[in-house]
């Protein structure tokens, strides 16, 4: 069979290949991998601090029947925090047969590094790191560990000076607002490169950020391609920290740091309305709300806090605003026109800005609610006689009325007045009459009045 081998350059590293023809046998009955009887290279130290340096390797291979056909021992850098692989390699085929045949021959083959080659320790890796085959296919792998039991030389040293990059300049967290440094109106982080890569190309940065809000706090990392200088990263309130390292094959450097104490705009929630919690929440003229927004950071500090509570009138759009500066607080919406349905609007803000408007969901109808006046009517009716009762209740906007009973007890809506003849088949009938002005929260609370069910009997 015939194998073409290439030139290989691998973090400064040339191997120097020819393309040659290699033995091909045909022994089909050959089952036992060729073996490494001898290894070394020399020599075991060098220095590229200022020029390229070789090292010549030599291995004896055997093999009983088809013959050893080609092989390779991979050396690494160890101890490298990079993760570009380092490698080295070192092939060897029929070409580089110094002596001997294909059972028992030995071999010598070349590694060149370059200037730029990593410093610090070589060595042929625990796994497998040099792989014989035979003419037939079959193949042996050898370690670090077999070269040592068999007393083979496994390492070399580079003295070539090996120096991580700087760390990253200028590391800046670009905000819109500096003075007040507000959560939401930051930009990303961004810095400029190493001033020195130390000899190598950068393979990435590294980022990291830390938020102290939570406890414990939270870290966000990032792996940023090479030609990355910004990344846009979290920030929560109270004190954040990003660091940013850059890395090459050689390690990562020292990280450039900073730390922000982030601040938050007041966060509008919700309304509390529920009755009968401070309260009715509607009453004559006035309507009755707690603001309420996240209390956390409300940043007294950095700028003047407060707020308005609006009603607004559906569907004239009158309005009255009141002031507001604390969560919690009771405010009272006064001068409203009693019966007319109102929207409640909060806005709230900082130095940090506003999370915007946050109307109620429901609408508040101020006034006096119902209160019976006159709610007893009589109890006995006769056959073929009118049975009527006014219904009295008092309340701002005046009351309206409805009647449930029977189809023919009717009701004055303005008056409240009940009337109808009972049949002459009747013993007894019941009814409930309710008065109605309106006033309460729509889809949460009326204060609608019923009396009933009123039972009467017929005589």
């Not at 029929?94 to 730029?116: C, E, H, K, V």
């Not at 007045?417 to 009326?446: C, D, K, L, M």
Request: charged fraction near 15%; aromatic fraction near 10%; include cysteine.
């Amino acid at each position: 069979m015939t194998r073409r081998r290439v030139a290989v350059s691998v973090v400064g590293l040339v191997v120097a290949l020819l393309a040659i023809p290699l033995q091909t046998a045909s022994a089909t009955s050959d089952t036992t991998p060729p073996v490494l009887s001898a290894f070394d290279f020399t020599p075991k130290s060098i220095d590229t601090s200022s020029a390229p340096a070789t090292i010549t390797v030599t291995a004896t291979i055997t093999d009983d029947l088809s013959g050893f056909d080609h092989g390779d021992v991979t050396f690494s850098a160890l101890g490298r925090t990079g993760e570009t692989p380092a490698e080295a390699d070192v092939e060897f085929d029929a070409s580089d047969r110094i002596s001997g045949t294909a059972l028992a021959g030995t071999y010598q083959n070349t590694m060149t590094f370059q200037p730029t080659a990593i410093g610090g320790k070589w060595g042929v890796q625990p796994g497998g790191s040099a792989w014989f085959y035979d003419a037939a296919g079959n193949s042996a792998t050898y370690g670090a560990d077999d070269f040592r039991a068999a007393g083979f030389p496994t390492e070399f040293a580079n003295h070539s000076p090996t120096r991580p990059p700087t760390q990253p300049r200028n590391l800046r967290l670009v905000q819109h607002d500096l003075e007040n440094e507000c959560v939401g109106t930051t930009g990303p982080l961004r810095w400029e490169p190493p001033a020195n890569t130390g000899g190598y190309p950068l393979i990435r940065y590294e980022v990291q950020a830390e938020h102290d809000a939570s406890n414990p706090p939270e870290s966000e990392f990032y792996n940023l391609a090479p030609d990355r200088t910004r990344h846009r990263v979290g920030a929560s309130l109270w004190l954040n920290a990003y660091w940013v390292w850059a890395v090459t094959d050689v390690g990562r450097s020292e990280r450039a740091a900073i730390s922000v104490e982030m601040h938050a705009p007041p966060n509008a929630q919700q309304f509390d309305y529920s009755p009968g919690l401070f309260g009715d929440s509607v009453g004559n003229h006035r309507i009755d709300v707690w603001s309420s927004w996240s209390g956390q950071n409300l940043l007294f500090d950095t700028g003047d806090l407060g707020g308005t509570v609006t009603a607004t009138a559906y569907p004239d759009g009158t309005s009255v605003t009141e002031p507001t500066s604390y969560p919690g607080e009771q405010l009272h919406l006064k001068g409203l026109t009693n019966g007319k349905p109102y929207s409640v609007t909060l806005q709230v803000a900082n130095a940090c800005g506003s999370p915007g408007p946050v109307t109620s969901p429901v609408l508040f109808i101020p006034g006096v609610g119902p209160s019976w006046t006159a709610s007893e009517p009589p109890l006995t009716a006769t056959t073929g006689a009118t049975y009527a009762y006014r219904f009295h209740a008092s309340g701002s906007p005046a009351p309206s009325y409805s009647v449930e009973g029977p189809r023919w007890l009717h009701i004055d809506s303005a008056s409240g007045r009940v009337s109808g003849r009972p049949p002459a088949h009747a013993t007894s009938f019941q009814y409930s009459v309710t008065a109605h002005n309106g006033v309460g929260i729509t889809e949460i609370h009326s204060t609608d009045l019923t009396v009933g069910p009123i039972t009467v009997t017929v005589g």
